[in-house]
């Protein structure tokens, strides 16, 4: 069966049409009746004279109701339409930007205040550790610490919710211990900073004298002519000992927050919930407390008791930590670039991109990606790229340009397997002068970031890294938020004391 269906473009002005013609043919008929005295007209001139009225009102309204139709206004809207030029969407410079802005951006002032209370904490935490004579059979705090990490090198994402805080350990008196370094990726899985060990002889007459030492601390690890100083050990003495500071020091900062301490996967964690506004913007805070060796200017030695060797062994290896360095570096860097520089902009967009593509991810996949892309590697290759370019590209208007180049980078790193540590890479030359490094490190071999991973797990990264930079509006669009409220639109009473 057909149907038909009226089309109102013609209906509209066929009907106008006919009233105009039965108007026109009223007219006619209303001359013939006046040219005519023989007959009387005056009883139909009212109804006449009515419908005269009556058609033209008729006509006005079947104009204005197809003007109003929608087909009329469409018609309308397409006449106007070519002189709107026609947007596409944001660019990409807008959709970072926007990102940054969104997301990723941290209040400097919330900053300020976070570190402010965390470094007030810490203080009075190692300095009840801190003994009045150095200890001779034991470990002990040596009274200072060193803030670490992206809270204190300007590229924190997000939100000033975690602090990295090395606690320097003093050693007995008159234990001295020799570093070995080992290039990273020898015998060791999972690519990362190259590692150490720290031996004393046996036959040494300070360990024949502190067995209780010896025995607590130290470890034969199969050799016959040396102790090895294992982290696992010096882990099982930090916890206690930083929960005993604690409970010395707990009153006077608990009337203003609650504070818990945890031993969480060998980490020392120490949490801030806030009662009032002592944490700026009731901001929860974790504490990273990490126990270190200082090995010479400015150089860490940090406990890492999961290291693993191949065939499954423990090792007593020590991360070797640059923090000094790190910091010195990145003080020159900024002295030398542009006032309006996107470098730190860059870090962060990037770091950002690495969580939001992390969590579409199965478990698996995303401990693999986490662990390639570590917050370490992507610094490198990002500390490379600024030593290797000149300073004027790292203007504002160069942001979209510069992380193109950053991920190229990273790209390149995965390809071939190998990613450099900045100070133990191979390569001097991309360093400043006033950058020193304890001896024993001045001879270690280079340090590939990239050794130890799989092969088919790094392209796989590779290609997740280009994917996720084609399909960035569609990863920010089904990304989680990472605490848009917190570190920004917040007030803080201090701040508006000011």
Known sequence: ??????????????????????????????????????RCSEKGTGTLSLLKFALPILLCY???????SPQGRRRGRERELPEIPHRQGPTRRELLESYYERQVRLSPHVLGHSKAN????????????RPAIPPESTLAFRGDFVQIGSAY????????????????????????????????????????????????PKKSEWAQQHQTFVESFLSEEGRVDAYW?????????????????????????????????????DRVLLRLNPRSDYVCCHISMGIR????????????????????????KQGALWTVYFPKQEQKLLGWLKGRLPANSCHLKCLQILKAVRELSGQVMDSKGAADWRAVLSSYAIKTAWLRLLLTSAPESWEECHLVERMEDLLRCLREALHSRQLGHLFLGGHP?????????????????????????DPSSLDLVSARLAYSWMHLHRLIRLGRSQRDSVGRGMRCKHLESK
């Open 289 to 312: 407390l990490i126990p270190a060796l200082h090995l010479g200017d400015g150089a860490y030695l940090v406990a890492q008791p999961k290291t693993e060797v191949e065939g499954g």
């Open 1 to 38: 069966m057909t149907v038909y269906i009226l089309n109102l473009r013609v209906f509209w002005p066929l009907v106008t049409c006919l009233c105009t013609a039965m108007l026109f043919f009223h007219q006619t008929i209303l001359k013939g009746q006046e040219s005519d005295p023989d």
């Open 118 to 129: 965390v470094a007030k904490l810490v203080s009075e935490l190692v300095r009840a550790g």
């Open 62 to 68: 079947l104009l204005i109701k197809y003007c109003s």
């Open 229 to 265: 100083l294992s982290p696992a050990p010096v882990l099982r003495w930090f916890y206690p000992t930083v929960q005993r500071c604690l409970g010395a020091i707990r009153y006077p900062f608990e009337q203003r927050c609650y504070i818990t301490l945890s031993l969480t996967e």
């Open 429 to 453: 030359s991309l360093l400043p002068d006033f950058l020193s490094l304890p001896k024993p490190l001045k001879e270690a071999p280079p340090s590939n970031l990239m050794a130890g991973f």
């Open 153 to 200: 090198e300007e590229h924190k994402v997000s939100s000033p919710d975690c602090f990295d805080i090395l606690v320097p350990l003093r050693l007995p008196r008159g234990l001295k211990l020799d570093s070995r370094c080992s290039p990273m990726g020898e015998g060791v899985l999972g690519g990362g900073s190259p590692l150490c060990s720290l031996e004393t």
